[in-house]
């Protein structure tokens, strides 16, 4: 797995999250999403960022308020920080710069845009190799883009934690355990609900379309995990 620079992406949106975390990794960079104030504030006290993209209004707090914290941090003084509002307004462009933002863009913006406002910042701040183009990804398998922590019953897509139920969970596991293999639904019912009475075909049909929203939230692309009309599911087979 790539070691890029780490980006965190604060922003309550999930299909503006979505958007943001796909044209930031298509160029090599790691991003961890939060969508709120508290779990951006917890990731950042945990481990060490490159650059901070902050939304101005989340459900919990000001994106805007993280930023004065971070400038006062002992560790985050010089952390890069880009603000990202849906208010245009010359206000939250001067009030964020002046709290220590290094950068601001507005809403609606252009991925494209955004990422070379990335690269820009990260290149001040002296990450000279990403500021160049990044290589291209080594081709590998899909299954090289997941990472499983058994122990701990969790999975990262591209080093983002996946939030998964128990159920998705298995069954992302167990796909990944086969890829490119596919698995119809009855070796699905039976490798993850085991003898639950009460579970159909529909049963799988609907987790595995949440496990896809989850997939595409982290960046994935609809087609990770393949429908075979009348077999059933594969992950990385078309
Ligand atoms: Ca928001």
Redo the contacts with the bound molecule.
């Keep these: 797995m790539r070691d890029g620079p780490q980006i965190l992406l604060l922003?309550?949106?999930p299909a503006i999250a979505s958007t943001i975390a796909f044209a930031v990794q298509r160029e090599g960079l790691a991003l961890t999403h939060c969508p709120l104030v508290r779990d951006a504030r917890r990731e950042l006290s945990a481990r060490r960022f490159d650059l901070a993209v902050l939304?101005?209004?989340?459900p919990d707090g000001s994106g805007l308020d993280l930023c004065r914290e971070l400038r006062h941090g002992v560790e985050t003084a010089h952390l890069p920080i880009l603000v990202l509002s849906?208010r245009s307004e010359e206000l939250d462009r001067v009030l964020g710069l002046e709290l220590g933002a290094d950068d601001y863009v507005a809403k609606p913006f252009s991925p494209r845009e955004l990422v070379a406002r990335i690269r820009a910042l990260l290149r001040r701040s002296g990450h000279h190799q990403a500021a160049q183009a990044a290589p291209p990804r080594p081709a590998a398998g899909p299954a090289a883009d997941f990472a499983v922590d058994s122990a701990g019953q969790r999975i990262s897509y591209r080093q983002q934690p996946l939030n998964l139920t128990r159920l998705e969970y298995g069954l992302l596991l167990t796909l990944l355990r086969g890829v490119e293999r596919i698995h119809t639904r009855d070796m699905l019912l039976d490798a993850v609900w085991g003898q639950s009475a009460d579970s159909t075909d529909r049963t799988v049909d609907t987790h595995i379309k949440t496990l896809r929203a989850k997939l595409r939230a982290a960046g994935a692309g609809d087609d990770c995990i393949a429908t075979h009309r009348g077999m059933g599911y594969s992950l990385g087979r078309r």
């Design positions: 922003e309550d949106e939304d101005v209004g989340l849906a």
